[in-house]
């Protein structure tokens, strides 16, 4: 069945699978424990450790294992509240994942300031420098790549303006590792993502700590991860994490090209065969898995109950907020009107998507479309 919600968590790849159920088997034990079995363990955690500091180009210390990106940055921004000076303003992107915005408002409250973005949802580079400039900057936080929109954010740019001030930097790399080449994230003070984004195990991520911030502790309690994060380390969950982020670093981010034909003729046929459609961030660089579409007609949750009929698994916008009432965030930022974002539906394709998944997804959508009109006798096919 063509699953088109990759962004909400991708399936586990064969291989993770493989190596969760070996590590379970095999180094099962407590990697604190002292005997020669925990020992092992302890050695397995630090070898995974350099693997991934490795495929990121940062130092292994410099990485804490989480269980995902809410985690991530719920402790980050707890410990920004009390490691940066009290009148510290923190510039955060308005298009963040709404684990990203709830946390940053959450501990920082009103010191929170938000970044402006074009159209398209890109922040504007110019800004950030001249807000830099003015002083009083303790940290910027911008996302890698937009959840539901696919779009690129300028995330190495800021991340060097901020480091050039004096200030420190966040990003969510949830939605790039895995679909994008992950070396340069050490130009990043602060990065945090989740497994099962790149078909990994669910709650498993990481964090990279900023190098200076010493005394960062994510939980309180035990001594695990150099005291930056108490609580046993899941070594199965960590290995078959680290075999999916192998899988797409070593063969798969290279047929990106491919990929975005794909996305680009899909877009296509539904321009030429569904008037009025509109793709979110059409003129900038994307993901080459993802399309926010808004639709000429019909609320996108009432699209995808008719594609999921037809075995289309698609979403309205970031699976945390679809559950919610009102229109995506995301599109409010970028300008559009609440009546428009209500009509939004995200489509997230995996490494698996074929050609041919793409053109019957398009099929699906024009098929589907005049049970969706206020008046079929309207709808052009
Ligand atoms: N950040 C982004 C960009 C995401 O897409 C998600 C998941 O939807 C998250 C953070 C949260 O990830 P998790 O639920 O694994 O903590």
């Not at 994060?229 to 070594?235: L, P, Q």
């Not at 007609?297 to 907020?321: I, K, M, N, P």
């Not at 008046?375 to 052009?380: F, K, L, Q």
Request: include cysteine; glycine fraction near 10%; aromatic fraction near 8%.
């Amino acid at each position: 069945m063509p699953y088109f919600d990759h962004n909400a968590t991708t399936p586990l790849t064969e291989a993770a699978r493989a190596r969760w159920l070996q590590v379970q088997a095999e180094a099962w034990q407590n990697p604190s424990s002292l005997h020669r079995a925990g020992a092992k363990a302890k050695g397995l955690l630090e070898t995974l450790r350099e693997q991934l500091a490795a495929y990121l180009a940062v130092a292994p210390a410099e990485l804490v294992f989480t269980s995902g990106a809410t985690e991530g940055v719920n402790a980050i921004a707890a410990h920004w509240a009390h490691a940066l000076p009290p009148g510290a303003r923190i510039l955060v992107n308005p298009t963040e994942h709404p684990c990203v915005l709830a946390a940053c408002r959450g501990w920082l409250g009103d010191r929170v300031e938000w970044l402006p973005v074009s159209t398209a949802g890109v922040v504007d580079v110019a800004w950030v420098r001249e807000r830099l400039a003015r002083g009083d900057v303790g940290a910027v936080v911008v996302m890698a790549a937009n959840n539901e929109t696919g779009v690129l954010q300028p995330w190495a740019e800021v991340a060097r303006l901020a480091g050039a001030a004096g200030a420190e930097s966040l990003c969510d790399a949830s939605q790039w590792l895995g679909k994008l080449p992950a070396d340069g994230f050490g130009q990043v003070g602060w990065v945090i993502a989740s497994a099962h984004k790149f078909g990994g195990p669910k709650a498993v991520g990481f964090l990279k700590r900023a190098g200076s911030a010493k005394a960062f502790r994510g939980f309180l309690g035990g001594h695990q991860e150099g005291d930056h994060r108490a609580g046993t380390e899941d070594v199965a969950g960590i290995a078959a994490m680290l075999t999916a982020f192998g899988e797409a670093e070593s063969g798969q981010v290279f047929l990106e090209t491919q990929r975005t034909l794909w996305r680009d003729a899909f877009e296509r046929t539904l321009r030429a065969r569904l008037p009025g459609v509109s793709v979110v961030g059409a003129e900038v660089d994307r993901l080459w898995n993802t399309v926010a579409l808004v639709l000429p007609h019909g609320e996108g949750h009432r699209w995808v109950a008719r594609l999921d009929q037809r075995g289309f698994q698609v979403s309205t916008g970031s699976a945390c907020a679809s559950g919610q009432k009102g229109p995506s965030h995301v599109l409010a930022a970028l300008g559009v009107a609440p009546e428009a974002a209500a009509r939004l539906v995200r489509i997230s394709a995996g490494w698996s998507t074929t050609e041919a998944d793409w053109l019957a997804l398009a099929e699906a959508f024009v098929a589907v479309a005049p049970s969706l009109a206020p008046d079929p006798a309207v709808v052009t096919l």
